[in-house]
Protein backbone atom coordinates (compact mmCIF):
# COMPACT_ATOMS: atom_id res chain seq x y z
CA UNK A 1 0.00 0.00 0.00
CA UNK A 2 1.48 3.54 -0.86
CA UNK A 3 1.54 6.61 0.85
CA UNK A 4 0.72 10.14 -0.18
CA UNK A 5 4.36 11.09 0.10
CA UNK A 6 5.12 8.51 -2.53
CA UNK A 7 2.61 9.94 -5.06
CA UNK A 8 4.44 13.27 -5.13
CA UNK A 9 1.93 15.53 -3.28
CA UNK A 10 3.60 18.71 -1.79
CA UNK A 11 4.28 18.82 2.07
CA UNK A 12 1.62 21.41 2.72
CA UNK A 13 -0.84 18.91 1.61
CA UNK A 14 0.07 15.77 3.18
CA UNK A 15 0.27 17.80 6.55
CA UNK A 16 -3.09 18.43 5.54
CA UNK A 17 -4.57 15.13 4.71
CA UNK A 18 -2.43 13.81 7.70
CA UNK A 19 -4.75 15.96 9.96
CA UNK A 20 -7.69 14.89 8.21
CA UNK A 21 -7.08 11.42 9.05
CA UNK A 22 -6.04 10.22 5.68
CA UNK A 23 -3.13 7.40 6.01
CA UNK A 24 -3.21 5.57 2.66
CA UNK A 25 -4.24 7.43 -0.52
CA UNK A 26 -7.52 5.06 -1.58
CA UNK A 27 -7.72 3.46 -5.11
CA UNK A 28 -8.94 6.16 -7.29
CA UNK A 29 -6.84 8.62 -5.63
CA UNK A 30 -3.70 6.47 -5.91
CA UNK A 31 -4.09 5.99 -9.11
CA UNK A 32 -5.00 9.32 -10.01
CA UNK A 33 -2.81 11.92 -8.33
CA UNK A 34 0.52 10.78 -9.94
CA UNK A 35 -0.97 11.26 -13.42
CA UNK A 36 -2.54 14.44 -12.66
CA UNK A 37 0.33 15.95 -10.92
CA UNK A 38 1.88 16.55 -14.23
CA UNK A 39 -0.59 18.65 -15.10
CA UNK A 40 -0.84 18.06 -18.68
CA UNK A 41 -2.51 14.79 -18.81
CA UNK A 42 -6.20 14.10 -19.90
CA UNK A 43 -7.94 11.69 -17.72
CA UNK A 44 -11.06 9.67 -17.66
CA UNK A 45 -12.10 8.35 -13.46
CA UNK A 46 -14.53 5.79 -13.42
CA UNK A 47 -15.10 5.51 -9.84
CA UNK A 48 -18.52 5.27 -7.75
CA UNK A 49 -19.29 8.28 -5.03
CA UNK A 50 -17.86 7.62 -2.21
CA UNK A 51 -14.38 6.04 -3.35
CA UNK A 52 -12.23 9.68 -2.48
CA UNK A 53 -12.58 11.48 -6.20
CA UNK A 54 -12.76 14.70 -4.56
CA UNK A 55 -9.18 14.53 -3.11
CA UNK A 56 -8.10 12.39 -6.21
CA UNK A 57 -8.37 15.59 -8.32
CA UNK A 58 -8.49 18.13 -5.28
CA UNK A 59 -5.32 17.21 -4.16
CA UNK A 60 -3.43 17.58 -7.43
CA UNK A 61 -5.54 20.67 -8.50
CA UNK A 62 -3.98 22.94 -5.26
CA UNK A 63 -0.79 21.01 -6.32
CA UNK A 64 -0.19 22.39 -9.68
CA UNK A 65 -2.06 25.90 -9.35
CA UNK A 66 0.03 28.82 -9.48
CA UNK A 67 -0.81 30.41 -5.99
CA UNK A 68 0.93 33.85 -7.05
CA UNK A 69 -1.05 34.14 -10.63
CA UNK A 70 -5.18 35.74 -9.49
CA UNK A 71 -6.47 34.48 -11.86
CA UNK A 72 -9.32 31.25 -12.03
CA UNK A 73 -6.75 28.49 -13.30
CA UNK A 74 -9.09 25.94 -12.18
CA UNK A 75 -12.72 25.04 -13.07
CA UNK A 76 -14.34 21.97 -11.88
CA UNK A 77 -17.77 21.70 -12.86
CA UNK A 78 -20.36 19.47 -11.09
CA UNK A 79 -24.29 18.52 -11.38
CA UNK A 80 -25.43 20.36 -7.69
CA UNK A 81 -24.84 23.04 -5.44
CA UNK A 82 -24.46 20.57 -2.45
CA UNK A 83 -21.50 18.89 -4.38
CA UNK A 84 -20.36 22.16 -5.34
CA UNK A 85 -20.12 23.31 -1.37
CA UNK A 86 -18.94 19.81 -0.85
CA UNK A 87 -16.18 19.90 -2.89
CA UNK A 88 -15.46 23.50 -1.63
CA UNK A 89 -15.72 22.33 1.61
CA UNK A 90 -12.90 19.56 1.05
CA UNK A 91 -10.63 21.44 -0.93
CA UNK A 92 -10.26 23.94 1.78
CA UNK A 93 -9.71 21.66 3.76
CA UNK A 94 -6.95 20.25 2.09
CA UNK A 95 -5.12 24.05 1.39
CA UNK A 96 -5.00 24.78 5.24
CA UNK A 97 -1.43 25.14 5.03
CA UNK A 98 -1.14 26.94 1.54
CA UNK A 99 -1.62 30.30 1.63
CA UNK A 100 -2.18 32.70 -1.48
CA UNK A 101 -4.64 30.44 -2.79
CA UNK A 102 -8.83 30.75 -2.83
CA UNK A 103 -11.60 28.47 -3.98
CA UNK A 104 -15.08 29.88 -4.90
CA UNK A 105 -18.52 27.86 -5.29
CA UNK A 106 -20.79 29.60 -7.93
CA UNK A 107 -24.07 27.80 -8.44
CA UNK A 108 -28.04 28.50 -9.07
CA UNK A 109 -30.27 29.46 -5.96
CA UNK A 110 -27.81 32.14 -4.26
CA UNK A 111 -27.10 35.61 -5.73
CA UNK A 112 -25.44 35.93 -8.22
CA UNK A 113 -23.94 39.26 -6.88
CA UNK A 114 -22.44 38.09 -4.35
CA UNK A 115 -21.29 34.98 -6.39
CA UNK A 116 -19.35 37.54 -9.10
CA UNK A 117 -17.85 40.01 -6.14
CA UNK A 118 -16.23 36.79 -4.75
CA UNK A 119 -15.46 36.00 -8.40
CA UNK A 120 -13.04 39.10 -8.18
CA UNK A 121 -11.30 38.75 -5.16
CA UNK A 122 -8.55 36.76 -7.50
CA UNK A 123 -9.66 33.25 -7.24
CA UNK A 124 -7.93 30.41 -8.42
CA UNK A 125 -9.88 27.71 -8.45
CA UNK A 126 -13.74 27.94 -9.30
CA UNK A 127 -16.31 25.01 -8.59
CA UNK A 128 -19.31 25.66 -10.27
CA UNK A 129 -22.72 24.35 -11.61
CA UNK A 130 -23.00 24.77 -15.06
CA UNK A 131 -26.19 26.92 -15.26
CA UNK A 132 -24.84 29.38 -12.94
CA UNK A 133 -21.04 29.30 -14.49
CA UNK A 134 -23.07 29.38 -18.09
CA UNK A 135 -24.82 32.62 -16.56
CA UNK A 136 -21.35 33.90 -15.55
CA UNK A 137 -19.71 33.45 -18.37
CA UNK A 138 -22.50 35.25 -20.22
CA UNK A 139 -22.21 38.19 -17.74
CA UNK A 140 -19.12 38.35 -18.93
CA UNK A 141 -18.50 38.19 -14.96
CA UNK A 142 -15.86 35.36 -15.16
CA UNK A 143 -12.77 35.21 -17.21
CA UNK A 144 -12.15 31.48 -18.45
CA UNK A 145 -9.30 32.31 -21.00
CA UNK A 146 -7.08 31.45 -18.60
CA UNK A 147 -8.08 28.45 -17.33
CA UNK A 148 -5.48 25.37 -17.30
CA UNK A 149 -7.58 22.71 -15.81
CA UNK A 150 -11.30 21.68 -16.28
CA UNK A 151 -12.70 19.07 -14.09
CA UNK A 152 -15.66 17.19 -14.89
CA UNK A 153 -17.34 15.38 -11.67
CA UNK A 154 -20.06 13.39 -11.70
CA UNK A 155 -19.73 13.76 -15.67
CA UNK A 156 -22.50 10.93 -16.40
CA UNK A 157 -25.07 12.59 -13.42
CA UNK A 158 -24.28 16.28 -15.56
CA UNK A 159 -25.73 14.39 -18.74
CA UNK A 160 -28.41 12.71 -16.97
CA UNK A 161 -29.48 16.37 -15.54
CA UNK A 162 -29.60 17.62 -19.18
CA UNK A 163 -26.17 19.25 -19.22
CA UNK A 164 -24.49 18.20 -22.33
CA UNK A 165 -25.04 21.54 -24.01
CA UNK A 166 -23.99 23.31 -21.39
CA UNK A 167 -20.57 21.08 -20.73
CA UNK A 168 -19.90 21.59 -24.96
CA UNK A 169 -19.86 25.02 -24.60
CA UNK A 170 -17.81 25.25 -21.50
CA UNK A 171 -15.07 22.91 -22.56
CA UNK A 172 -15.28 25.06 -26.04
CA UNK A 173 -15.10 28.45 -24.24
CA UNK A 174 -11.52 27.58 -22.24
CA UNK A 175 -8.78 27.68 -25.10
CA UNK A 176 -6.13 27.40 -22.56
CA UNK A 177 -6.90 24.34 -21.52
CA UNK A 178 -4.36 22.29 -21.04
CA UNK A 179 -5.79 19.00 -19.47
CA UNK A 180 -9.14 17.96 -18.53
CA UNK A 181 -9.87 15.70 -16.15
CA UNK A 182 -13.48 13.45 -16.37
CA UNK A 183 -14.82 11.64 -13.11
CA UNK A 184 -17.72 9.21 -13.65
CA UNK A 185 -19.44 6.52 -11.93
CA UNK A 186 -20.85 5.59 -15.06
CA UNK A 187 -19.29 5.42 -19.15
CA UNK A 188 -22.45 6.24 -21.14
CA UNK A 189 -22.14 6.84 -24.90
CA UNK A 190 -23.01 10.18 -24.49
CA UNK A 191 -19.62 10.55 -22.05
CA UNK A 192 -17.84 8.24 -24.18
CA UNK A 193 -18.98 11.06 -27.32
CA UNK A 194 -17.39 14.21 -25.03
CA UNK A 195 -14.33 12.51 -24.36
CA UNK A 196 -13.50 11.78 -27.88
CA UNK A 197 -14.20 15.55 -28.58
CA UNK A 198 -12.99 17.31 -26.12
CA UNK A 199 -10.08 15.28 -24.36
CA UNK A 200 -7.16 14.03 -25.95
CA UNK A 201 -5.90 10.54 -25.43
CA UNK A 202 -7.09 10.34 -21.86
CA UNK A 203 -5.42 7.89 -19.31
CA UNK A 204 -8.46 5.88 -18.10
CA UNK A 205 -8.89 4.55 -14.55
CA UNK A 206 -11.22 1.77 -12.95
CA UNK A 207 -11.91 1.71 -9.63
CA UNK A 208 -14.18 -1.37 -9.24
CA UNK A 209 -15.84 -2.53 -12.06
CA UNK A 210 -17.92 0.51 -13.97
CA UNK A 211 -21.65 -0.14 -13.34
CA UNK A 212 -21.10 -2.13 -10.59
CA UNK A 213 -22.80 -1.73 -7.01
CA UNK A 214 -20.74 -0.58 -4.68
CA UNK A 215 -19.42 -4.11 -2.90
CA UNK A 216 -20.45 -1.97 0.71
CA UNK A 217 -23.88 -2.43 -0.32
CA UNK A 218 -26.47 -5.31 0.43
CA UNK A 219 -29.37 -4.96 -2.28
CA UNK A 220 -32.27 -6.36 -0.91
CA UNK A 221 -35.90 -6.03 -2.59
CA UNK A 222 -39.54 -7.07 -1.37
CA UNK A 223 -42.18 -8.08 -3.88
CA UNK A 224 -45.49 -6.25 -3.52
CA UNK A 225 -48.36 -4.83 -5.17
CA UNK A 226 -49.30 -1.85 -6.17
CA UNK A 227 -51.78 -1.11 -3.83
CA UNK A 228 -49.59 -2.28 -0.80
CA UNK A 229 -46.35 -0.60 -1.52
CA UNK A 230 -46.40 2.63 1.35
CA UNK A 231 -47.51 0.01 3.56
CA UNK A 232 -44.71 -1.86 2.63
CA UNK A 233 -42.61 0.99 2.84
CA UNK A 234 -43.99 1.73 6.34
CA UNK A 235 -43.16 -2.21 7.36
CA UNK A 236 -39.74 -1.88 6.01
CA UNK A 237 -38.90 1.47 8.58
CA UNK A 238 -40.68 -0.05 11.20
CA UNK A 239 -38.73 -3.05 10.69
CA UNK A 240 -35.18 -1.25 11.01
CA UNK A 241 -35.66 0.61 14.07
CA UNK A 242 -32.13 2.58 14.20
CA UNK A 243 -32.58 3.93 10.29
CA UNK A 244 -31.15 6.68 8.96
CA UNK A 245 -32.57 6.56 5.33
CA UNK A 246 -33.16 8.33 1.76
CA UNK A 247 -36.08 7.11 0.24
CA UNK A 248 -36.65 7.60 -3.84
CA UNK A 249 -39.72 8.71 -5.42
CA UNK A 250 -40.31 9.42 -9.20
CA UNK A 251 -42.56 12.21 -9.16
CA UNK A 252 -42.38 15.06 -6.27
CA UNK A 253 -46.21 14.56 -5.87
CA UNK A 254 -45.30 11.07 -4.84
CA UNK A 255 -42.52 12.70 -2.38
CA UNK A 256 -44.90 15.07 -0.93
CA UNK A 257 -47.61 12.57 -0.83
CA UNK A 258 -45.93 10.43 1.46
CA UNK A 259 -43.79 12.47 2.99
CA UNK A 260 -47.16 14.18 4.43
CA UNK A 261 -48.47 10.88 4.99
CA UNK A 262 -45.73 9.60 7.02
CA UNK A 263 -45.67 12.16 8.92
CA UNK A 264 -49.03 12.48 10.40
CA UNK A 265 -48.56 9.10 11.44
CA UNK A 266 -45.55 9.83 13.56
CA UNK A 267 -42.55 9.14 11.44
CA UNK A 268 -39.51 12.10 11.14
CA UNK A 269 -39.55 12.75 7.70
CA UNK A 270 -39.60 15.60 4.92
CA UNK A 271 -39.50 15.93 1.57
CA UNK A 272 -36.59 17.22 -1.03
CA UNK A 273 -37.85 17.93 -4.36
CA UNK A 274 -37.90 20.64 -6.91
CA UNK A 275 -40.70 22.76 -5.95
CA UNK A 276 -38.90 23.94 -2.54
CA UNK A 277 -37.32 27.04 -2.53
CA UNK A 278 -33.78 26.99 -1.89
CA UNK A 279 -34.65 28.40 2.00
CA UNK A 280 -37.04 25.60 2.66
CA UNK A 281 -34.27 23.25 0.88
CA UNK A 282 -31.30 23.97 2.92
CA UNK A 283 -33.83 23.70 5.92
CA UNK A 284 -34.89 20.11 5.49
CA UNK A 285 -31.00 19.25 4.32
CA UNK A 286 -29.63 20.86 7.55
CA UNK A 287 -32.59 18.83 9.44
CA UNK A 288 -31.46 15.77 7.63
CA UNK A 289 -27.83 16.03 8.07
CA UNK A 290 -28.08 16.94 11.47
CA UNK A 291 -30.22 13.47 12.04
CA UNK A 292 -32.90 15.68 13.67
CA UNK A 293 -34.71 14.10 10.87
CA UNK A 294 -34.54 10.02 10.11
CA UNK A 295 -35.77 9.93 7.14
CA UNK A 296 -35.58 12.06 3.55
CA UNK A 297 -38.02 11.29 0.64
CA UNK A 298 -36.53 12.92 -2.40
CA UNK A 299 -36.89 12.72 -6.10
CA UNK A 300 -34.17 11.61 -8.49
CA UNK A 301 -32.85 15.48 -9.56
CA UNK A 302 -33.28 16.99 -6.11
CA UNK A 303 -31.29 14.54 -4.21
CA UNK A 304 -28.56 14.45 -6.69
CA UNK A 305 -25.25 15.20 -5.32
CA UNK A 306 -26.14 14.79 -2.08
CA UNK A 307 -23.44 13.74 0.50
CA UNK A 308 -24.44 12.83 3.62
CA UNK A 309 -22.17 10.51 6.16
CA UNK A 310 -23.72 7.60 7.62
CA UNK A 311 -27.14 6.52 5.86
CA UNK A 312 -27.86 3.34 6.61
CA UNK A 313 -31.01 2.52 3.83
CA UNK A 314 -31.42 3.89 0.45
CA UNK A 315 -35.05 2.83 0.20
CA UNK A 316 -36.18 2.77 -3.85
CA UNK A 317 -40.47 3.25 -3.26
CA UNK A 318 -40.08 2.83 -7.08
CA UNK A 319 -37.63 1.32 -9.79
CA UNK A 320 -35.81 3.50 -11.60
CA UNK A 321 -35.96 3.06 -15.59
CA UNK A 322 -32.36 3.83 -15.83
CA UNK A 323 -29.90 0.84 -14.32
CA UNK A 324 -27.26 4.73 -13.71
CA UNK A 325 -30.18 6.19 -11.88
CA UNK A 326 -30.38 3.05 -9.66
CA UNK A 327 -26.76 2.49 -9.20
CA UNK A 328 -26.52 6.45 -8.06
CA UNK A 329 -29.61 6.11 -5.69
CA UNK A 330 -27.79 3.24 -4.21
CA UNK A 331 -24.38 5.08 -4.18
CA UNK A 332 -25.75 7.19 -1.46
CA UNK A 333 -25.15 4.38 1.42
CA UNK A 334 -22.34 2.31 2.14
CA UNK A 335 -19.68 5.42 1.37
CA UNK A 336 -16.53 5.57 3.03
CA UNK A 337 -15.76 2.37 3.59
CA UNK A 338 -19.00 1.99 5.94
CA UNK A 339 -21.97 -0.53 5.17
CA UNK A 340 -25.53 0.57 3.44
CA UNK A 341 -28.69 -1.28 2.50
CA UNK A 342 -30.61 -0.45 -0.97
CA UNK A 343 -33.71 -2.15 -0.75
CA UNK A 344 -36.38 -1.95 -3.55
CA UNK A 345 -40.34 -2.16 -3.44
CA UNK A 346 -40.67 -4.11 -6.73
CA UNK A 347 -43.87 -4.46 -8.18
CA UNK A 348 -44.59 -8.26 -9.83
CA UNK A 349 -44.64 -6.52 -12.90
CA UNK A 350 -41.21 -5.09 -12.72
CA UNK A 351 -39.68 -8.30 -12.24
CA UNK A 352 -38.15 -8.27 -15.88
CA UNK A 353 -36.78 -4.39 -14.87
CA UNK A 354 -35.36 -5.62 -11.79
CA UNK A 355 -33.71 -8.12 -13.71
CA UNK A 356 -31.77 -6.15 -16.16
CA UNK A 357 -30.63 -4.46 -12.89
CA UNK A 358 -29.44 -6.72 -10.87
CA UNK A 359 -27.78 -8.15 -14.09
CA UNK A 360 -25.88 -4.93 -15.08
CA UNK A 361 -25.14 -4.27 -11.92
CA UNK A 362 -23.61 -7.34 -11.67
CA UNK A 363 -24.23 -8.32 -8.06
CA UNK A 364 -26.51 -10.61 -6.31
CA UNK A 365 -29.98 -9.05 -5.48
CA UNK A 366 -31.53 -10.86 -2.15
CA UNK A 367 -35.10 -11.39 -2.26
CA UNK A 368 -36.77 -11.20 1.25
CA UNK A 369 -40.15 -11.80 2.73
CA UNK A 370 -41.88 -8.52 3.59
CA UNK A 371 -42.02 -8.88 7.70
CA UNK A 372 -45.40 -10.07 9.27
CA UNK A 373 -46.70 -7.25 11.74
CA UNK A 374 -45.13 -9.97 14.57
CA UNK A 375 -42.23 -9.57 12.76
CA UNK A 376 -41.91 -5.53 13.16
CA UNK A 377 -43.31 -5.88 16.90
CA UNK A 378 -40.30 -8.12 17.79
CA UNK A 379 -38.22 -6.01 15.98
CA UNK A 380 -39.26 -2.80 18.11
CA UNK A 381 -39.41 -4.46 20.78
CA UNK A 382 -36.22 -5.85 21.37
CA UNK A 383 -34.25 -2.63 19.83
CA UNK A 384 -36.47 -0.53 22.29
CA UNK A 385 -35.27 -2.79 25.03
CA UNK A 386 -31.81 -3.00 24.33
CA UNK A 387 -32.03 1.11 24.39
CA UNK A 388 -33.32 0.14 27.58
CA UNK A 389 -30.25 -1.67 28.78
CA UNK A 390 -28.25 0.73 27.55
CA UNK A 391 -29.58 3.99 28.84
CA UNK A 392 -27.21 6.50 30.49
CA UNK A 393 -27.75 6.54 34.36
CA UNK A 394 -24.51 7.63 35.21
CA UNK A 395 -25.18 11.33 35.23
CA UNK A 396 -29.10 11.75 36.85
CA UNK A 397 -29.60 12.21 40.44
CA UNK A 398 -31.22 8.98 40.41
CA UNK A 399 -30.58 7.87 43.50
CA UNK A 400 -32.31 10.16 45.21
CA UNK A 401 -35.52 8.80 43.46
CA UNK A 402 -34.37 4.97 44.05
CA UNK A 403 -35.96 4.25 47.75
CA UNK A 404 -39.30 6.30 46.74
CA UNK A 405 -39.45 4.23 43.62
CA UNK A 406 -38.77 1.28 45.49
CA UNK A 407 -41.72 1.72 47.87
CA UNK A 408 -44.01 2.37 45.35
CA UNK A 409 -43.12 -0.97 42.98
CA UNK A 410 -43.10 -3.32 46.10
CA UNK A 411 -45.91 -4.77 45.27
CA UNK A 412 -45.35 -4.90 41.60
CA UNK A 413 -43.10 -7.97 40.10
CA UNK A 414 -39.78 -7.15 37.62
CA UNK A 415 -41.87 -8.70 35.14
CA UNK A 416 -44.48 -6.75 35.23
CA UNK A 417 -42.60 -3.66 35.53
CA UNK A 418 -41.08 -4.23 31.94
CA UNK A 419 -44.79 -5.34 30.56
CA UNK A 420 -45.79 -2.05 31.56
CA UNK A 421 -43.14 -0.47 30.11
CA UNK A 422 -43.44 -2.16 27.03
CA UNK A 423 -46.80 -1.47 26.69
CA UNK A 424 -46.87 2.23 27.26
CA UNK A 425 -44.09 2.27 24.54
CA UNK A 426 -46.05 -0.06 22.16
CA UNK A 427 -49.70 -0.23 22.78
CA UNK A 428 -50.47 2.01 19.76
CA UNK A 429 -47.60 0.40 17.91
CA UNK A 430 -48.89 -3.51 18.89
CA UNK A 431 -52.73 -2.90 18.12
CA UNK A 432 -51.82 -1.28 14.72
CA UNK A 433 -50.36 -4.83 13.66
CA UNK A 434 -52.58 -7.15 15.57
CA UNK A 435 -54.41 -8.02 12.09
CA UNK A 436 -51.69 -6.68 9.61
CA UNK A 437 -52.08 -8.75 6.23
CA UNK A 438 -49.24 -10.26 4.64
CA UNK A 439 -48.08 -8.07 2.00
CA UNK A 440 -45.67 -9.90 0.21
CA UNK A 441 -46.61 -11.38 -3.54
CA UNK A 442 -46.06 -15.03 -3.68
CA UNK A 443 -46.72 -18.06 -5.74
CA UNK A 444 -44.87 -16.01 -8.78
CA UNK A 445 -43.64 -18.92 -11.25
CA UNK A 446 -39.85 -18.61 -11.95
CA UNK A 447 -40.23 -18.43 -15.83
CA UNK A 448 -42.53 -14.87 -14.72
CA UNK A 449 -39.73 -13.43 -13.59
CA UNK A 450 -36.42 -14.65 -16.12
CA UNK A 451 -38.69 -14.47 -19.32
CA UNK A 452 -39.10 -11.61 -20.75
CA UNK A 453 -41.80 -12.71 -23.52
CA UNK A 454 -44.78 -10.50 -24.29
CA UNK A 455 -44.74 -7.41 -22.65
CA UNK A 456 -48.63 -7.27 -22.87
CA UNK A 457 -49.45 -11.09 -21.98
CA UNK A 458 -46.60 -10.43 -19.02
CA UNK A 459 -48.64 -7.27 -17.32
CA UNK A 460 -51.92 -9.19 -17.98
CA UNK A 461 -50.55 -12.20 -16.03
CA UNK A 462 -48.76 -9.85 -13.41
CA UNK A 463 -51.68 -8.21 -12.66
CA UNK A 464 -54.16 -11.13 -12.24
CA UNK A 465 -51.40 -12.75 -9.90
CA UNK A 466 -50.52 -9.32 -8.24
CA UNK A 467 -54.38 -8.87 -7.91
CA UNK A 468 -53.77 -5.44 -8.18
CA UNK A 469 -56.41 -3.28 -7.80
CA UNK A 470 -54.89 -0.08 -8.04
CA UNK A 471 -53.15 -1.42 -11.07
CA UNK A 472 -56.00 -2.56 -12.88
CA UNK A 473 -53.75 -1.79 -15.89
CA UNK A 474 -55.30 -1.51 -18.55
CA UNK A 475 -53.95 -2.59 -22.14
CA UNK A 476 -51.02 -0.94 -23.93
CA UNK A 477 -52.74 0.38 -27.07
CA UNK A 478 -51.41 1.97 -29.31
CA UNK A 479 -54.93 3.93 -29.85
CA UNK A 480 -56.98 1.50 -28.84
CA UNK A 481 -58.18 0.71 -25.13
CA UNK A 482 -57.50 3.37 -22.54
CA UNK A 483 -55.22 4.94 -24.26
CA UNK A 484 -54.15 7.96 -26.08
CA UNK A 485 -50.45 8.69 -27.72
CA UNK A 486 -49.08 12.43 -27.81
CA UNK A 487 -46.23 13.22 -29.74
CA UNK A 488 -43.84 15.98 -28.44
CA UNK A 489 -40.80 17.37 -29.95
CA UNK A 490 -38.57 17.05 -27.25
CA UNK A 491 -35.93 13.57 -27.49
CA UNK A 492 -32.81 12.89 -26.37
CA UNK A 493 -31.09 15.85 -28.40
CA UNK A 494 -32.46 18.12 -25.36
CA UNK A 495 -30.45 16.20 -23.02
CA UNK A 496 -33.52 13.82 -21.78
CA UNK A 497 -33.08 10.53 -20.65
CA UNK A 498 -36.28 8.13 -20.35
CA UNK A 499 -35.96 8.42 -16.70
CA UNK A 500 -35.31 12.38 -16.58
CA UNK A 501 -38.00 13.04 -19.46
CA UNK A 502 -40.37 10.81 -17.26
CA UNK A 503 -39.48 12.79 -14.30
CA UNK A 504 -40.08 16.17 -16.26
CA UNK A 505 -42.92 15.23 -18.01
CA UNK A 506 -45.45 14.31 -14.64
CA UNK A 507 -43.17 17.48 -12.47
CA UNK A 508 -44.91 19.59 -15.67
CA UNK A 509 -48.20 17.93 -15.44
CA UNK A 510 -48.69 17.10 -11.74
CA UNK A 511 -49.94 13.83 -13.32
CA UNK A 512 -49.07 10.28 -12.09
CA UNK A 513 -47.16 7.69 -13.50
CA UNK A 514 -49.70 5.33 -13.68
CA UNK A 515 -51.63 7.52 -16.12
CA UNK A 516 -48.42 6.79 -18.61
CA UNK A 517 -47.68 3.70 -20.43
CA UNK A 518 -44.90 3.27 -23.10
CA UNK A 519 -42.40 6.11 -23.83
CA UNK A 520 -40.61 5.77 -27.06
CA UNK A 521 -37.77 8.51 -26.88
CA UNK A 522 -35.97 9.31 -30.53
CA UNK A 523 -33.47 12.06 -30.97
CA UNK A 524 -35.54 15.07 -31.44
CA UNK A 525 -39.48 13.98 -30.73
CA UNK A 526 -40.65 11.03 -28.14
CA UNK A 527 -44.16 9.39 -28.49
CA UNK A 528 -45.88 8.94 -24.98
CA UNK A 529 -48.34 6.40 -24.15
CA UNK A 530 -50.97 7.88 -21.61
CA UNK A 531 -54.65 7.10 -20.40
CA UNK A 532 -57.13 9.17 -22.33
CA UNK A 533 -58.91 10.97 -19.71
CA UNK A 534 -55.54 12.17 -18.73
CA UNK A 535 -53.92 13.35 -22.27
CA UNK A 536 -55.41 16.23 -22.35
CA UNK A 537 -54.08 17.41 -18.80
CA UNK A 538 -50.62 16.60 -20.41
CA UNK A 539 -51.04 18.38 -23.47
CA UNK A 540 -52.31 21.24 -21.81
CA UNK A 541 -49.09 21.46 -19.30
CA UNK A 542 -46.93 21.35 -22.13
CA UNK A 543 -48.01 22.61 -25.82
CA UNK A 544 -46.89 25.85 -26.02
CA UNK A 545 -44.32 26.06 -23.09
CA UNK A 546 -40.90 26.67 -23.87
CA UNK A 547 -38.10 24.23 -22.56
CA UNK A 548 -33.96 25.71 -22.94
CA UNK A 549 -35.78 28.93 -24.94
CA UNK A 550 -37.36 26.41 -27.52
CA UNK A 551 -41.57 26.03 -27.67
CA UNK A 552 -42.63 22.54 -26.93
CA UNK A 553 -45.14 20.99 -29.29
CA UNK A 554 -47.34 18.70 -27.83
CA UNK A 555 -50.08 16.92 -29.41
CA UNK A 556 -52.50 13.61 -30.21
CA UNK A 557 -50.39 11.88 -32.31
CA UNK A 558 -53.04 9.82 -33.79
CA UNK A 559 -55.20 12.30 -35.08
CA UNK A 560 -52.90 13.89 -36.80
CA UNK A 561 -52.39 17.32 -35.52
CA UNK A 562 -53.43 18.99 -32.18
CA UNK A 563 -57.11 17.95 -32.89
CA UNK A 564 -59.07 15.41 -30.83
CA UNK A 565 -58.61 17.38 -27.31
CA UNK A 566 -60.44 20.71 -26.74
CA UNK A 567 -58.88 23.58 -28.91
CA UNK A 568 -60.19 25.94 -26.72
CA UNK A 569 -57.98 28.77 -26.01
CA UNK A 570 -55.32 27.73 -22.97
CA UNK A 571 -54.82 29.88 -20.08
CA UNK A 572 -53.62 33.03 -20.86
CA UNK A 573 -53.77 33.36 -24.19
P1 LIG B 1 -15.66 11.37 -1.97
O1 LIG B 1 -15.71 10.18 -2.88
O2 LIG B 1 -14.68 12.38 -2.44
O3 LIG B 1 -17.03 11.94 -1.73
O4 LIG B 1 -15.09 10.89 -0.54
C1 LIG B 1 -15.82 10.08 0.35
C2 LIG B 1 -15.33 10.24 1.78
O5 LIG B 1 -14.07 9.60 1.97
C3 LIG B 1 -15.14 11.68 2.22
O6 LIG B 1 -15.76 11.83 3.47
C4 LIG B 1 -13.64 11.86 2.35
O7 LIG B 1 -13.30 12.78 3.37
C5 LIG B 1 -13.16 10.46 2.68
N1 LIG B 1 -11.80 10.18 2.15
C6 LIG B 1 -11.30 10.55 0.96
N2 LIG B 1 -10.03 10.11 0.80
C7 LIG B 1 -9.72 9.42 1.92
C8 LIG B 1 -8.55 8.71 2.35
N3 LIG B 1 -7.45 8.62 1.60
N4 LIG B 1 -8.57 8.14 3.57
C9 LIG B 1 -9.69 8.22 4.34
N5 LIG B 1 -10.82 8.87 4.00
C10 LIG B 1 -10.85 9.46 2.80
Same mark, same amino acid.
Given at each position: ??????????????????????????????????????????????????? =????? @?????????????????????????????????????? *??????????????????????????????????????????????????????????????????????? +????????????????? @??????????????????????????????????????????????????? %???????????????????????????????????? !??????????? &???? #?????? %???????????????????????????????????????????????????????????? #????????????????????????????????????????????????????????????????????????????? &? @??????????????????? +? @????? !????????????? =?????? &??????????????????????????????????????? *???????????????????????????????? =???????????????? =??????????????
Amino acid at each position: MTTFEALGIDARLIQATDELGYVNPTPIQEQAIPVLLSGTRDFIGLAQTGT =GKTAA @FGLPLLHVIDAAAKHPQALVVCPTRELCLQIVKEIELF *KKYMTGVSVVAVYGGASIGLQIRDLKRGVQIVVATPGRLIDLIERKAINLGEIKYVVLDEADEMLNMGFQD +DIEFILKNTPQRESTWL @FSATMPPEIRKVSKKYMNDPKEVTVGKVNTANKNIDHQYYVTTAQHRYETL %KRIIDFNPGIYGIIFTRTKIDAQEISERLTREGYDI !DALHGDLTQQQ &RDRV #MGQFRD %KSLQLLIATDVAARGIDVQGITHVINYELPDDVEVYTHRSGRTGRAGLQGICISIVHAKE #MYKFKQIERINNSQFHKLDIPSGKDVCRKQFFAFMDKLLSADISHGDYETYVPMLAEKFAEVSKEDVLKRVAAMEFD &R @FLKYYENSEDLNVRERSKK +D @FNERG !DTKRRDDRSDRQA =GGRGDS &RKEYSRGGGGYSRLFVNLGTKDGFFKASFLQFILDMSDL *KKDALGRIDMKDMNSWIEIEKGAAQQMIRSLD =GKSYKGRRIRMNDADS =GGPAGFSKKPRRGE
